[in-house]
């Protein structure tokens, strides 16, 4: 079976580059900005596209919680008119119009990712993906204690008890079930250490040939990569990081998709360690541009660091619409600071709390940074006394607002020869310090 994917490379000027791509009957254009949904009253915004002032590209979900968001959608698009038409034809069209792409999360058999309280108890994301993916019960035994300490044990014992194939299948049919267009394959994070560069090989092919025989959606080549493989203390590093680009070398053309996931981009605060992320990204990127383009590649959960990859090879990057990249981590929630406001995504300074914001806003004389149709109402009266429902609605609007209008200036770029204009919107605002991530010399002879 299998859902057929095109890829068709319109234009290409250094790292940056043009692509239609269809997905059986969707389309998707790069380079892309892609809002990853984590709530249903994130999935309510998109759906009813109130304040986002263009159509979202794709959408993105993580495995545990996909499930509950689109619920109350769903189920109101399945009930109908006397006239037989669905009571919720938003949920409709964007269903039938919209790439989308499924999280896998695996990186929770390795961190302990808090997620939420029930009760007294404290859940992990790793219990909510035992919850959501019907995994058999010998199976879930086995992944209930995967954790950092007994990580090399767990995928041992689903390899030596012949589970692989059932902990993918379990995965991929999930997926398929949520409508996801793309499968990523579940693949269990890369460390380094041996197995995980094994499970890397067997996960990926297995989950493709799985998806070929009675799955209707496309495979694709999942990389989810931890930090440590770009750490220059890590002497293994880079023979690592070798390896990676020799199976992705063998093997890419026989995808249309390359979907990479660094975990985490907090630990890339260093010029060394970026320039390592920087390079690596560039190798994949001189692959594509031998096989002239012929697949896509797509960050997940990037944040700013993925729109400044859009000039470093990356096609598309998905984001947190709602701003929290990374934070379940440390268990924080959406912010330390006024959490009932969250976070705001600054034009030129990244993702900022709100007490920050309003800092800000009263510097410029009670101007927002920016003119969406999300931030207009704002100008003048932003306080703490704000509705934090309906600022919370404005914020994320806004998030997709700026970041199209972001990508739409490096398409401008790129159609006019010049993508640069990403490089220095970056240099000129606080996120310069990720300048690393974008190489300014594209030496293919570079590290490996």
Not at 246 to 271: C, D, H, P, Q
Not at 293 to 309: K, N, P, Q, T, V
Request: charged share 25%.
């Amino acid at each position: 079976m299998g859902l057929l994917a095109t890829v068709n490379p319109i234009a290409r000027v250094k790292g940056a580059s043009l692509k239609e791509i269809s997905i059986g009957r969707k389309q998707l254009k790069t380079p892309a900005y892609i809002p990853k949904i984590q709530k249903q009253f994130d999935f309510d915004l998109v759906c009813d596209g109130e304040m986002i002032e263009s159509k979202l590209k794709a959408l993105s979900f993580d495995i545990h919680t996909v499930a509950e968001v689109i619920r109350k959608r769903k189920e109101s698009a399945e009930q109908f008119t006397v006239e037989m038409q669905s009571i919720d034809e938003d949920y409709d069209d964007l269903i039938k119009e919209t790439p989308i792409i499924i999280d896998p999360n695996t990186e929770a058999f390795y961190y302990q990712i808090p997620w939420k309280n029930k009760g007294q108890e404290k859940l992990h994301v790793k219990d909510g993906i035992l919850e959501s993916v019907p995994f058999p019960p010998s199976l879930k035994a086995i992944l209930r204690d995967a954790d950092k300490e007994h990580y090399t044990q767990t995928w041992a014992k689903v390899i030596n008890q012949d589970q692989m194939v059932s902990y993918i299948s379990s995965y991929v049919s999930f997926e398929a079930e949520k409508k996801a267009d793309i499968i990523v394959p579940p693949v269990p994070l890369i460390t380094g250490q041996e197995i995980t560069l094994d499970l890397m090989k067997i996960v990926n092919e297995k989950t493709a040939r799985i998806i070929s025989e009675r799955i209707m959606a496309s495979s694709s080549m999942y990389l989810p990569l931890s930090y440590q493989v770009f750490s220059p203390s890590n002497e293994k590093g880079a023979k690592t990081r070798e390896r990676i680009l020799e199976y992705v070398r063998a093997n890419i053309m026989g995808y249309r998709f390359l979907f990479i996931k660094i975990l985490w981009y907090s630990s890339f605060r260093t010029r060394l360690a970026q320039e390592e992320l920087g390079d690596f990204m560039m190798q994949i990127d001189f692959i594509k541009e031998d096989l002239k383009d012929s697949f896509a590649l797509m960050l997940l959960d990037a944040g700013s660091e993925g729109y400044c990859m859009l000039a470093n090879g990356v096609d598309c990057f998905s984001e947190p619409i709602n701003g929290n990249i990374g934070v379940n981590l440390s268990g924080r929630d959406e912010e330390s600071e006024t959490p009932i406001h969250g976070r705001y995504l600054h034009p030129t300074q990244g993702w900022v709390g709100f007490s920050k914001l309003r800092d800000l806003v009263a510097k410029a004389d009670g101007i927002l940074p920016c003119s969406c149709e999300a931030c207009d109402v704002y100008h003048g009266r932003l306080d703490e006394t704000v509705p934090s429902i309906q600022w919370n609605k404005s914020r994320r609007a806004h998030a997709a607002n700026l970041r199209t209008r972001q990508v739409d200036a490096l398409v401008r770029g790129i159609k006019e020869g010049n993508p640069d204009d990403i490089v220095l919107r970056i240099d000129s605002g606080e996120d310069r310090n990720l300048i690393n991530l974008v190489p300014r010399n594209r030496n293919r002879n570079n590290l490996y």
